[in-house]
């Protein structure tokens, strides 16, 4: 029931149109989450600090417990749900499935959406606060542990799974063509794990 | 959170009529923060008008060789743009210092300009704050204030800027534009900022509904050796416990033009002004440095939680400033 304090509105999501009434206190999250069954996004801190809550609006990432429902009315908004194409996964959620970049999976689809900004933020030159030469001419730096995990640092992850996060965005990078210079892989395999019991 | 209205502006001059002279309103950006303090009720507008799709967002050159920055321009625009990494890299650096990858997104330059302190005793409404209501008390002179301010504060509130963006900013002379109901107006940034005196509830000196359009920066050579470095609690994505913004152009080894400017030391980022006396046109080298950080650092006023920031923004300065020297010496 639209009044001075609500509104209909129209929100594009994944692709498809979604007309509901919204009192204007409500957040995208909570739009997404609990009137559209749209559980993907997760709500973690709802203050914008964790990160859990990551969509790309208008192809960005950006937190939606901080983004006011009735001012996204017209902007494009993709969610975890929007990513794959059918049966086929976007290359970062194969690469997050691949790598096991997840332990409990509630971070997930925030760091999913939020890793496929970082990547489009870099190819598109973007430097971050551990670039070392910011000018334009020097080109986008490697994409390496350094850079992922400062550009990704607005993901919190409580199981602690960094390291295989920063391995899945790396792999999920280097599919694009861009150059990762990340170590290979120092993943401790079962084996190492046992000569070390014996030593 | 209270109920409010909800109004999308498509142009400056309908954006400031829609605003009005409702104290009970409030412009809407990016809401990374002002949609944060209205869940927790420090902030209770009755109404608000959005201008994130204003016209305002685009970064360009001015005729004179500045730039001119567009109030909606997002920070991660900002940090991006190559003309503010080629001639302002201090601002591009601070603007990448700040906040998260999403936020950066959200956030317009306008909003960071007049976003709030993060000063737990504000931002907890159950608290006294003079800031926050005037006249009831300051718990942070004795309570927690361990990344409170050293310099410019009062007894009626030591809270300090959140900004790193406006640090860099302040360095080099921004102007701020603005827009109201009467006409267009600008303030340069060192007069936009208050000081707190017994009035920290007044931050800005911006007439009442006036809409920031945008940010000039006056053309500066000495920029384009800038730096800004920012210490904080953890590696990434946490406010500055100190920083410094600072740019140097030295000649045959004598500092002929330097910026210096601090933050998370005071309401307001911190132009050095004394330390800048001391270094311009003195030998660049360690004891200039040093002897003008502590220039700087002789009004500082520590807490009893604080008293680390003294040495921590005096080996900041001489750090920076020695960096920047090294730099310009390739």
Redesign the interface.
């Known amino acids: 029931m639209p009044s001075?304090?609500s509104?209909v509105i129209t929100l594009k999501i994944n692709g498809e149109k979604y007309t509901l009434p919204v009192?204007?206190?409500t957040?995208l999250l909570d739009a997404l989450r609990e009137r559209l069954d749209l559980t993907g996004p997760k709500k973690g801190c709802?203050?914008?600090q964790c990160?859990a809550c990551?969509v790309l609006?208008d192809g960005?990432?950006?937190?939606a417990c901080?983004?006011?429902a009735?001012?996204a009315e017209g902007r494009e908004i993709t969610t975890v749900e929007g990513l794959a194409d059918g049966e086929q996964l976007h290359p970062v959620q194969q690469a997050f499935l691949d790598l096991d970049g997840f332990q409990c999976g509630y971070c997930t689809p925030g760091q999913i959406c939020?890793a496929i900004?970082?990547i489009q933020?870099h190819a598109?030159?973007?430097?971050?606060?551990v670039?070392d030469d910011?000018?334009?001419e020097a080109g986008p730096p490697p994409l390496t542990a350094d850079e992922i995990?400062?550009?990704?640092?607005?993901?919190l992850c409580r199981c602690g799974a960094y390291v295989s996060i920063v391995e899945a965005v790396a792999r999920a990078a280097a599919g694009t063509g861009t150059r990762t210079d990340t170590a290979p892989a120092a993943r401790i395999s079962p084996e190492a794990g046992t000569k070390e019991a014996v030593a | 959170m209270r109920e409010f209205g909800y109004q999308r502006a498509s142009d400056v001059a309908g954006a400031v009529a829609l605003l009005g002279a409702d104290p009970d309103a409030r412009f809407l950006g990016g809401g990374t923060n002002l949609v944060d303090l209205m869940k927790t009720g420090v902030e209770r507008p009755a109404r608000l008008v959005d201008v994130r799709e204003l016209p305002l967002d685009r970064v360009e050159m001015t005729a004179v060789g500045g730039l001119r920055i567009g109030a909606t321009v997002t920070n991660g625009d900002l940090a991006a743009h190559p003309e503010v990494r080629r001639r302002y890299p201090a601002l591009a650096q601070a603007v990448l210092a700040g906040a998260s990858g999403q936020l950066r997104n959200m956030a317009t330059v306008g909003g960071n300009l007049l976003q709030r302190t993060r000063c737990g005793y504000f931002t907890d409404v159950t608290k006294p704050c003079n800031k926050r209501v005037p006249g009831s008390g300051c718990p942070a002179v004795a309570g927690e204030h361990h990344n409170h301010a050293i310099l410019g504060a009062s007894d009626h509130c030591v809270a300090v800027h959140p900004s790193d963006m406006a640090v860099a900013l302040t360095a080099f002379d921004a102007v701020v534009h603005f827009e109201t109901a009467n006409g267009p107006g600008e303030l340069p940034l060192a007069e936009f900022y208050l000081p707190v005196a017994d009035t920290p509830h007044r931050e800005t000196a911006l007439p009442p509904g006036a809409l920031v359009t945008g940010i000039t920066l006056p053309p500066a050579p000495t920029a384009a050796n800038s730096r800004y470095r920012k210490v904080r609690e953890r590696a990434s994505y946490a406010f500055a416990i100190g920083s410094v913004a600072a740019a140097l152009d030295i000649r045959d080894g004598v500092v002929r033009d330097v910026r210096l400017a601090l933050g998370a030391v005071a309401s307001r980022p911190w132009r050095a002004v004394e330390a800048e006396r001391v270094l311009t046109g003195a030998p660049a080298d360690a004891e200039t440095y040093a002897a003008a950080a502590d220039a700087e650092l002789t009004a500082a006023r520590p807490l009893p939680h604080n008293g680390y920031k003294v040495t921590l923004m005096r080996n900041l300065m001489v750090a920076v400033l020695t960096e920047l020297a090294e730099e310009a010496a390739r």
């Open positions: 001075s304090t509104s009192d204007h206190r957040t709802d203050q914008g990160g990551t609006l960005r990432r950006a937190v901080l983004q006011l009735v001012a939020s900004g970082v933020e598109a030159g973007w430097p971050s606060a670039t910011l000018r334009p995990r400062e550009r990704m640092s607005g993901n």
